[in-house]
T-cell receptor
Framework: KNQVEQSPQSLIILEGKNCTLQ??????????LRWYKQDTGRGPVSLTI?????NTKSNGRYTATLDADTKQSSLHITASQLSDSASYIC?????????????FGRGTSLIVHP | DAGVTQSPTHLIKTRGQQVTLRCSPK?????VSWYQQALGQGPQFIFQ???????QRGNFPDRFSGHQFPNYSSELNVNALLLGDSALYLC???????????FGSGTRLTVV
């Protein structure tokens, strides 16, 4: 069964601290993995996209890693800011019938306190 | 350059009614996908439209239907609304079903 599991479900950190979010998946065949940031009541915004051959990709203070062998990904946020408070969603796409079908994780809710 | 626009932003309907949500894709995009996101959950894929045809469908009943117009805009229709249909409905557009998805801000549907 194609599933994406994220942990932790929620996380509270102090401004300026680092944190790491986890994503484990069983989606097959794997096409790509994206991390999205979703502010409350808004649509998700893409942070990074990784294909099978990529291990690390950075976007400013966000760094995503991918281990395709263990089917695990992480999103590391450096020097957190109050504006990082949001839900972070891991999405894994598989190729099916000529289309790329996404499977979404339930997200990690991050709260950054001053 | 307008991104993905959805209308209306909020909607309240009564159980048993029908609703139509609208989506205009990002300029240059030709594929539209619809998602349902319940409170505290990740988005669930409903279906995808490309070249005015439904190409892929998630695990949603036939009460959920859609349409794509020649200008690539799309509608999501839900018949016989249930309380459980209350959710944020997201539209995402992309180019040729493959490339990066851009999400709209969603339509918040409340069924009472």
């Amino acid at each position: 069964k194609n599933q994406v599991e994220q942990s932790p479900q929620s996380l509270i950190i102090l401004e300026g601290k680092n944190c790491t979010l986890q994503c484990n998946y069983t989606v097959s065949p794997f096409s790509n993995l994206r991390w999205y940031k979703q502010d409350t009541g808004r649509g998700p915004v893409s942070l990074t996209i990784m294909t099978f051959s990529e291990n690390t990709k950075s976007n400013g203070r966000y760094t995503a890693t991918l281990d395709a062998d263990t089917k695990q990904s992480s999103l590391h946020i450096t020097a957190s800011q109050l504006s990082d408070s949001a839900s972070y969603i891991c999405v894994v796409r598989r190729l099916s019938g000529g289309s790329y079908i996404p499977t979404f994780g339930r997200g990690t809710s991050l709260i950054v306190h001053p | 350059d307008a991104g993905v626009t959805q209308s209306p932003t909020h909607l309240i309907k009564t159980r048993g009614q029908q609703v139509t949500l609208r989506c205009s894709p990002k300029s240059g995009h030709d594929t539209v996908s619809w998602y349902q996101q319940a409170l505290g959950q990740g988005p669930q894929f409903i279906f995808q439209y490309y070249e005015e045809e439904e190409r892929q469908r998630g695990n949603f009943p036939d009460r959920f239907s859609g349409h794509q117009f020649p200008n690539y805009s799309s509608e999501l229709n839900v018949n016989a609304l249930l309380l459980g249909d209350s959710a944020l409905y997201l539209c995402a557009s992309s180019l040729r079903q493959v490339y990066g998805y851009t999400f709209g801000s969603g339509t918040r549907l409340t069924v009472v």
